[in-house]
């Protein structure tokens, strides 16, 4: 027989019962409260206690008050077939849609109370406004979704592109948006909107915005081995560093760089101080933002070079900023007009400079657990990406040779 899990503050309870011609009937059980009635003796005097704790305290009986609703849905007791058991699951499904339903009701007529969710709700306008309380540093990645969002509604459901309902939102429609932002965003870029979008799904979830979880098992899968991200050659490192143009922020310059020879992320490049720089052991330590507090390894320590001690320049007041550099946007932009004075055809981001740092080390012989050390990776699975992308350049180099004809 299916185990139904109910939750005590459920009201009602979904309860089942075993039929004599053994299915299982489903139906709705109400707690109504209870009655206390004073307990009379023979002639109709109040009964009180006589020892113990209660001594002299009257006696009452309790009755508990239930309901009973039939659904007038049932389960196959012993499901053989896979189509059984797929039956078994749709109908438990639409059992608990209509118990979470008619406790929505029952609360409603009996305590006045009403779910948050049952308001006037537009989802739309209440994630923007869990942006506009957001605090941490993936607040563009949130902007971004729900931009990704209002598109795909307004591409494929026209009806709800201004205003939609938190119950609105279906398990179907959020396959289709795994879809979109798949179409739209490759690799890691669909799966960071998608958990992102999650995180505001969870929170109107636990905020009774919402009842029903419509992303539960909808997942946006990516192969988190391919490295999906443009990088830089060395010969192509060589042709940036040759260029300079008038109005050049020489700040974003020297950090970029910085980057391509450290292998360092934009949030830690920015945080760097003068204090994380040991002069005398020529070494830079410093706690990744990604993964402080998070993980065992969010240390990371680099040997610095006479190229990199250069362009941290001398030691200055410990607190001080290293580079000081704008925005992440800003930052993206003047890389990109810089990428295309140097004739790189290629989409290069921040972030490609530390895939281009991996890449071109292992290239050059580095061991992959030294790689991963660098790139404050805790184990080697999220390194041995750049493996596969240095395993393709040198079958692009083998395949760039002429033809061999015998």
């Keep these: ?38 307990i009379l003796d023979k002639d109709g005097n109040q009964v009180y206690y006589s020892t113990g704790a209660m001594a002299g305290k009257p006696k009452f009986s309790v009755k508990h008050n239930r309901r009973k609703e039939n659904l007038n849905l049932y389960l196959m007791d012993k499901p053989r077939t896979p189509i059984e058991r797929q039956t078994n699951k749709e109908t438990l499904e639409l059992a608990l849609k209509i118990r979470a339903e008619r406790e929505q009701e029952f609360k409603e007529n009996t305590l006045g109370y009403r779910l948050k969710k049952e308001r006037n709700i537009n989802f739309l ?35 709800y592109a201004q205003v939609i309902k938190p119950e609105q939102l279906t398990k179907d429609m959020m396959a289709e948006f795994v879809e979109y932002l798949q179409s739209k965003s490759v690799g890691e870029g669909a799966k960071g909107y998608y958990q992102r979008f999650k995180k505001v799904i ?27 991200k443009d990088v830089l050659s060395n010969d192509e490192i060589t042709a940036l560093l040759q260029t300079t143009y008038t109005g050049q922020n020489p700040e974003i310059r020297r950090a970029f760089i910085f980057c391509l020879y450290t292998g360092m992320r934009h949030c830690d490049v920015v945080e760097l101080k003068y204090r994380n720089v040991d002069y005398s052991n020529r070494l830079l330590r410093f706690e990744q933002l990604k993964t402080k ?18 362009l941290i320049g001398e030691s200055k007041e410990k607190d001080d900023f290293i580079f000081i550099l704008p925005s992440h946007t800003m930052c993206n932009k003047a890389l990109k007009r810089w990428v295309a004075r140097a004739g790189i055809d290629k989409h290069i981001t921040w972030h490609c400079g530390r895939h281009s740092f991996a890449v071109n080390i292992l290239n050059n012989g580095a061991n992959i657990k030294t790689v991963a050390s660098l790139l404050g990776h805790s184990g080697l699975k999220h390194t041995e990406k750049y493996t596969r992308a240095v395993d393709e350049l040198k079958q692009k180099a083998i395949d760039s040779l002429p033809e061999l004809k015998l």
Excluded at 131 to 158: A, C, H, P, Q, W
Excluded at 205 to 221: A, F, R, S
Excluded at 293 to 310: R, W
């Design 1 to 38: 027989m299916a185990k139904l899990e109910a939750k005590t503050k459920e009201n009602p309870r979904l309860e089942q019962n075993i039929l004599s011609d053994g299915r299982v009937s489903l139906y709705l059980e109400y707690y109504l409260g209870r009655e206390q009635t004073p």
């Design 125 to 159: 306008d209440y994630f923007q406004s869990y942006i506009d309380s957001y605090t941490k540093k993936d607040i563009r990645m949130l902007e971004g979704v729900l931009k990704r969002f209002k598109d795909f509604l307004s591409e494929n459901y026209v009806e």
């Design 202 to 228: 969870h929170y109107a979830i636990d905020k009774e915005v919402m009842l029903k979880n419509p992303c539960k098992g909808v997942t946006c899968k990516v192969d988190d081995q391919m490295l999906r």
């Design 293 to 310: 507090g998070k993980s065992a390894s969010s240390g990371v320590v680099i040997p610095l070079n006479d190229g990199l001690l250069k």
